[in-house]
Each structure stands twice: as C-alpha cells, then as structure tokens.
C-alpha cells in the first residue's frame, strides 16, 4: 500500500492535484514568452524556475531545466532526475516540513494560483503515433464501416496497430479548434463535394510520452520499454469521419486527423501512476514472445468525457469509461514501435488509440456511442447530438483513486468554432440532415 | 530560353553541379561536429560560412543562416534572401568575375573538394508526409494486392492521396540501412511468424521540403502554393514489402516504412529546376476546383534506379523513369495537405510517392519491376533478384538537361546490412524462395 503523504497547503480530497501527484506542465504569467516549468500542487502551480533560483531545488551539474519553454530538457536529463525532483517536492511540500509552510514570503515567490497562469503546450513533439489499442473500439468501428462478421481484422489480435500522425497540429487544452472543410463522398452522388465536415467527433485517449531516445536500427526489448516512458497525459485525437471515409483506403487517416491533436497540460508522471497498476486483459491468442510480457501493465485510470452545448450552462456527462480495458499495453506499443529499427525521441506522443469500454455508455467517440448518427444522445436540455455541433465545447477528465489516494490529469477541453469559407465553395451546402 | 552561365571553375559538361544549378548541403571536414552550409559547384563545396567570414556574402540583418547544422534557418529567411544568395554565387562563380577568379588564396579559404568533406543531412525535418501520386504506381500495387479490375480506388482520382510518414527516421545518403524485422503472415500459416524481412525494396521518389510555414486552421490556396516550396531532394523510401502487407489494414504503412527513409544531401532549388517546367498529365475528372491549376506544374527530370549486388564491381541500372509522369502536383499536394486545417512547418519533407513510368522498365519499385517477385531481375553478372539482398547498394539518380544546359541532385545511395539477431528469435528461418 501506497504512505498517504499530505501538504501543508490546503488541498480539496477531490483534486486531482494531489501531493501524490506533482505532473509537470508549463506556464506563463504576464509576459507569455516567460514560459518555465511548474508543477500542479492544489490550486497552485510550483514554479520549478523559482524554485531553483531560491537554492530549494538543485540539478547535478547546473543544467537549466526549468527555464525552458517545453519539458523536453528535463525529461531528456535522465530518470534518475525525475525521481529527485518528485522526492524533493515531495518533501518540500509536506506538512512537516518548515521551509515554505512557515515561510510566507517564500511562498508567493515560488506558488503561484493556477488561475492567474496560462498553460501551453508542455512538450515539443518531434513525434506523434497513434494507435488503435482498444477492443470494443476496433471492434465497434470494424462493424460499422466494414463487415460486422468480420469487425476486428486479423493483424490486430497479433499486434498493437499503429499509423503516424501530424506531430504540427498537436495542440494544448483550451485551443479552438475550426471545424475543418474537405473532400465528402455523399453516398448518392458520383463525385466528392467541397465542403465543413458534417461528422466532427472527438476520440478520448490517453497518451505517454517517450522520455529516454533510441538510435535507428536499434528495437527496446519489452522489458525495458517502461523505461522509455516518461508519464501520460490525455488525449482528445479530433476526427472528421466524413472526410476519414473517403479518404482512408489505403494509406490509412490523414486530413480527417491532422487538423488538431489536443492534450491535457499536466504530464502525469509513471511514478505518480505507479499505485494504480493493474493486469490488462488476458491476450488470446498469446502475443508473439518479443510483444510478452506478464505482468501488471495497465492502470485504472477513470475517464469521462462532457459535452456543454453553446445553449446550456452545464456540461453533460457523455461517457464514463477506464483506460484497463486497453488490449495492448504501452510497453507492447513502444516495442512493437521499434523491433523494424524505427527510432525514438524524448518527446513523441504515443496515443492509445480511442479508449471505449464494454458497455454502450463507455464508448470513447460519438461514432460510436450515436453509432454513427442512427442512435442520437439527448442532452439534458433536451437537445439532440449525432456528431458536434459549432459551439460546442468537449471535455475530458481522468483520474485515479485507490486507498484514499487521488490523482488525476485535470482536463483537456476545446471549443468548435465554424468552419473558414472558402472563396471557392463550389458545392451547395448539404444540410445535416440529409448526409 | 536560359541564359547560358559559364564558370571560371572547370566544371565537367556531365556533372549535376553547374553554375545553373548551385543546390544547398550541409557539410563537415575534419571536425564532425563544425556543420555548415555548403553548395555544390562541380567538384568542389563552396563554404557559405566561409564566403560570409570573408564579406563575399552579406545577407540583411547579418544573421548567421551559414554556420547551422541544418539549412533550416536561412530557408526561413524566406524567398527573398533565396534568391539574393542564387543571383550573389552565380556572379561569384562567373567566368568574367574576377574576385574568386583571380584570387587563389581566397579560394582555397572557400572551396573545398567534394571528396574531401562529409555530407550530413541537410534539413531537421519537423513533419515527414508521403503521397501516393503516380498514377502507373498505384494501378501496379492496386493490381497486385487488391483488384486488378478495380486497381485504382475511386478517391485516387479525386485528391492526392498521402499518408503520415515517421520524420525521426530520415536519413542522408550513404547511410547504411539494417534489414529490418517484424511480423510476417505466411500464405499457408494461420499465425504470423517474426522474422527479418524478405521482400526488402526500394521506392523511387522526389521529395519537396516546405520554404514557408502556415498557422493551424490557415489553408494554403493553389495559386499560393509553389510560394511554400524550397527545394526538391531524392527521395528512397525504404519498404519491407511483408511487413507492409501484413500491417497496412486500416491504418496505412507503419513499421514496413518507418525504418528507414533516405534523401540525397543536396536540396535543388526551385529556381534551379525552373527551366525544366513542364504541363503535368492531363487530369480527368478536373479535379475540384481547390486543386485546379491551369499551368506548367511539372518538371521534367530523369530519374534512375542502380544495384550493385556485392558480388559485382558495377552498379546495373534497373529502373528509368521521369517526374513528369507524377499526376498530382507539388502544389496539389500541398494544398491538400492543408486544406482541412494542417499547419506546415519549414523543413516539412513531401514525398512524391513511387515514381513509376508507363513501361515496364520505368517502374519505380523492385515489387513493380518484379511483379512481386514472379519476374525477377537478372543483373549483368549473371545473379538474379526478386527483392533486395543483404550487401546490395541502391542508387538513385536524377538530373534535367535542356538546351545543353544541365542541372542534378546528385545520388542517394544506401547499402543492406544484415538484420538484427534477435534473442528471442522464435520462428525458424524460412527461406526466401518459400515466401
């Protein structure tokens, strides 16, 4: 069992931010190009820039690793980094340590209210794969656009299925995402149309991030692969799904994805995580033996995704669903990722895959939980939802809870705006309805 | 017509380097780690560095674009200093321009001999994307995997069909390429086996490398389109042709390309190849009217494929081909690429895709030349091929030539090194003749 740790800041037992917890994010005050390391504790976020200048946090060899616009400094500074920075947080942070709790002055120097900072984009990205790790999700897509005898395809009982995505278009929580226009094939027409997408939908996931790099030619055996992760964030992987039709046989998803990628701000750390392990589902048939591995490979990790219509004061909850009943396991990706020589940086996201769960409220995507369309969910205020709607505002929360211990990823939020208009729109607009 | 340029420098009548073409690299001597940016002239690398240390080359708010690692800088100065630095080297190089001419100590500060220096690869590449745009390509892998009666799918015509390629794994010429490993599903087998590839091939590509970035949400109209585009590279991506076949369904390519993608280390420039503008084929349907463009938006450039089995002292050219077969064009490409939303960076590369000819020799891939093994090469000495062998060498090569004047890219040039031993190696080898 994991020691319950507790602050001398004031923390509700419903935050995600928890002295068990400490992701690293970064954030900016006045001056948007000052952007440094914190790290989400409560309400606040701990300046880790701060933090050092005052001589409360010293790195071997005196690298500046928080006076930096991305993580990627520091994360690339090694594990054994990471782990010294959680305990001396950890430390610093606890009810029976003097230095800040009795130190007020110190305190407003290196704490700053989350809500007076902005957050950008934590990491710089050289790399984003997307998988397709989830059974119920292969499964509900494979019914739907293919063979419903024959949804889930037979490579992905062998393999963690993977495709590249747009590492350019990998944004943070909070960025407006336009409602992306491109080649429709209505099913009644010889030819494509121009036009907004009808179909936009979301796609909970999570995501890790590789935190120790590989050389070309060079495959991470399964049982160091955990070593390469650095921690998860969530992952909202944004899909026009009239525009991934058309367009997706046979090189796989490419503008119906690579208009926005959208993740959570907070990196939660492995280490954070660790408590909430869990075994995934059991593998039939058994993976080839370099995908093996048998042990506690997944998490328990809640996951919600809300919908606010532009015409409602609240969100309503849409899916509940968990990352354990993910098939393949972070590990299993990172390695198949690499056993042909593909090389890794500290930085790439890797994302599960849309996460949905076993029963009709726990699908990740509107895709599936309207089944495309012929099953519309009713909002509380009455209104009816088959894909998104300009206004509306996605948002995905996670979190882990075990033995009175809490932590969670916060919240990973965008709004719709309408779609540009093109100067050239050549094709009449297609009412909703009629697709 | 082009004004005919002579140097005062000897420059072979055969070689890809004249005065017309001056393309970008980046070089190194005996220090590895002193990268700067070169361009090539006959036999020699002219030091752009060097040629600014000495006041040969002064660009507008002296930046230090030269004395980089990667051309990425002084390609984000942007067009203008493009072609200063074109027109600033033509005049250096003329033949009635005394300062280099006339000056031997001043060129030996600034020439080097291409033999003497390591070229490295010239672009950080932020986003690697690969099309699919030679017709003849996809109608021969469309016949051989799919449907010969439906060999192109309906929206090939339609849009410039492209895929997400892997940027960490593009590599320079010379580079040695290990025979990659994976999962490979036997025709008779009920369970892929792991193995090392036996169907290694080649593609033969160009690759344009993006000079002008956008922001998310910001498409690229067709008539801007060209404005976005640097230069143009060689272009080999590696294929494992089992590997491919096995994972491509749904989600495209993955480890089968993500080994390995290798460019030639000189960036032709745009204003080069300008003269070698060509009509690209007729396209029926007219696309709509986002990818219409009614000008000569091809380029004449002759393209070969060489092996070089290491039994033999001599390379056999196995492939003759051309640019201008390609339907969809650079711009094409690139507005599509952005027409939903995607953000472009500098340094982007975009693959052309296989670039296959209407003959059976003009084929760009050994499973096109092949038909998949069924006809297989017989080289010069004797020896005979269906895929690649471990210890061949591939060369590519490309050059225009019109009205005697002649520019080139140069080669890129790999050579297959065995796979990886594995400990876990699980299955027994099979041999290549029972695939």
Known sequence: MTQHLTSFLEIDSQSDFTIHNLPYGIFSESNPTHKRVGVAIGDWVLDLAALTAHGLL?????????NQPTLNAFIESGKHNWQYVRQTLQNLLSANNPTLRDN???????????????????????????????????TNVGTMFRDPKNALLPNWSELPVGYNGRASSVIVSGTDIVRPSGQIKLPNSERPVFSATRKLDFELETAFIVGKPTSLGQPIAIEDAWDHIFGMVLLNDWSARDIQQWEYVPLGPFNAKTFA?????????????????????????????????????????????????????????????????????????????????CNVQVGDLMGSGTISGPTEDSYGSLLELTWNTTKPLTLANGEQRGFLEDGDRVIMKGHCEKDGIRIGFGQVENTILAAHRFDFQETEEVSYETV
Chains 1, 2 share one sequence.
């Not at 010293?58 to 690793?65: A, H, L, M, T, W």
Request: hydrophobic content about 35%; proline content about 7%; charged content about 15%.
């Open 58 to 66: 010293k790195i071997e060899g005196n690298q500046d690793y928080f």
């Open 104 to 138: 007020a002055e110190l305190r407003t120097l290196v704490l700053r209210p989350q809500n007076a900072v902005t957050l950008h984009l934590p990491i710089h990205v050289p790399g984003y794969t997307d998988f397709y790790s989830s059974k119920e999700h292969a």
């Open 261 to 341: 990628s959208a993740i959570s701000p907070w990196v939660v750390t492995m280490d954070a995580l660790e408590p909430f392990k869990v075994r995934g589902p059991v593998q039939q048939p058994q993976p080839l033996s370099y995908l093996q591995e048998n042990i506690a490979n997944s998490y328990d990790i809640q996951l919600s995704v809300e919908i606010q219509s532009p015409k409602s004061q609240t969100a309503d909850v849409i899916c509940q669903t968990n990352f354990k009943y993910m098939y393949w396991s972070m590990a299993q990706q990172l390695t198949h990722h690499t056993i042909a020589g």
